[in-house]
């Protein structure tokens, strides 16, 4: 795939209906395609009544909220969710009409606006129902809502039976104002071989579950508990909905269980740029702030790339961290800038030549995995981190169909 669309003038791609033009070499690409497969190829593994989830929080992982929505809608997802109001919003006003759970805390007050948008959130605190009822104007109509239940993320959610006596109190106080459509939980370690914790969590769940049925009589058409790793690992606690993120973008939820996954995944994120300036170096001559690179003898390439740690290419990529060029891998050198970095060229190229940071070139491949593993993180926060500065082109059947970023 190419990027040389990001050159054309701002009115000829106004005029192609693509999104504005950058003035910046430097992109990210997201294949939808990927997308795509990756949400049949997870479903296939499910049982036949687990509906999907695409969970498109933080701009879908970093890779474009809307598109990626649409995309999973498409390839077969029922719901949407995110993480907060504001990510709802925007899904609306793009035109989305599908279901979308709020995953995280939303204030009470903005409850009305969840009524008015048709968006739903997650309950758990009886307190927040009665303001949130004393906040819904009478005829608006009612809040969809799932309950969320803490059985052992210690994040969000009730975790006793006299928290959800006293939620479900509230909402019957309010006759038909909530409707509570779902009941779910989250698991702290699915992503780790050592099933001890999960199979405890489980447990409360199903155990509440029946608690909760039995005393309030509320009917909670949804049930819902898991993650990619949950949907990957365990089919038995797919329920009625699988809440799936990373996977959906190719990638596996953590190192430990890379081996067990068998559904092909395809990591939709890459990232490139392209060379502004090379120059020769003598022995000795250094680069960057704090001259801390050197150059090792007389003869060495040094290209300069337009991209920097307000790309959220962050100055720890310099340790260790390499890009490829021409198919071929050129190591970082000196610290990284805020907008610009070196790097040590195998041999002199052309200015302009591009620059893969992540994804493929030819037969060379830097995955998100191992950026991740460099930076002494996980893959999640890698395409989260790159910042709106950079924009994403967004690719299906290997034609650019859209190019945006949230900035300019
Ligand atoms: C983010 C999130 C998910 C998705 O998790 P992945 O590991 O990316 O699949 C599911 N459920 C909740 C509650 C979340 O916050």
């Given at each position: 795939m190419k990027g040389t669309v990001l050159c054309t003038k701002k009115e000829d791609s106004v005029k192609l209906g693509k999104g504005h033009a950058f003035y910046r070499d430097t992109w990210a690409e997201v294949n939808l395609n990927a997308i795509e497969n990756n949400v049949r190829a997870i479903s296939r593994g499910l049982p036949a009544e687990a509906g999907f989830m695409a969970v498109v929080k933080a701009n879908a992982y970093g890779h474009g909220a809307v598109d990626v929505a649409r995309t999973a809608l498409h390839a077969g997802a029922s719901t949407l969710g995110v993480a907060i109001l504001d990510e709802a919003l925007a899904l609306r006003h793009a035109g989305i009409e599908a279901p979308i759970l709020v995953l995280g805390y939303v204030r009470p007050e903005d409850a009305p606006l969840a009524v008015r948008y048709n968006i739903t959130l997650t309950v758990f605190q009886a307190d927040w129902i009665k303001e949130a009822a004393s906040q819904i104007k009478p005829g608006t109509g009612s809040l969809k809502c799932h309950l969320k239940v803490d059985?052992?993320?210690?994040?969000i959610g009730l975790r006793t039976e006299e928290e959800g006596d006293a939620l479900a109190w509230e909402v019957k106080a309010?006759?038909?104002?909530?409707?509570?459509e779902g009941i779910y939980t989250h698991f702290?370690?699915?992503?780790?071989?050592?099933?001890a914790y999960i199979r405890e969590q489980h447990s409360r769940f199903a155990h509440f579950l029946e608690w909760f049925k039995n005393r309030t009589g509320i009917k909670h058409p949804v049930v819902h508990s898991a993650n990619s790793a949950t949907a990957l690992r365990y089919k038995?606690?797919?329920?009625?909905l699988v809440r799936v993120g990373i996977s959906m973008y190719g990638l596996v939820p953590s190192e430990e269980i890379a081996g067990e996954i068998t559904v092909p995944l395809e990591e939709a994120f890459s990232l490139h740029s392209r060379i502004t300036h090379v120059k020769r170096l003598e022995k000795g001559e250094a680069v960057s702030y704090?001259?801390?690179?050197?150059?090792?003898?007389?003869?060495e390439w040094i290209a300069t790339i337009p991209i920097g740690y307000a790309d959220g290419w962050i100055r720890a990529n310099a340790a260790g961290g390499e890009v490829l060029v021409d198919g071929r891998r050129a190591p970082i050198v000196g610290r990284i800038c805020m907008d610009q970095m070196m790097v040590k060229l195998p041999d002199k190229v052309e200015r302009g030549t591009k620059v893969t940071l992540i994804g493929r070139q030819g037969s060379s491949m830097i995955s998100a995995d191992e950026v991740a593993c460099r930076l002494g993180t996980i893959n999640y926060e890698i395409p989260c981190m790159i910042s709106y500065r950079v924009p994403r082109a967004i690719y299906r059947d290997g034609a650019l169909v859209h190019l945006h970023n949230e900035v300019f």
């Open positions: 059985t052992g993320m210690g994040r309010h006759d038909g104002l909530f409707l509570l702290a370690t699915a992503d780790e071989i050592d099933d038995d606690y797919a329920y009625t704090g001259a801390t690179y050197r150059a090792e003898k007389s003869g």
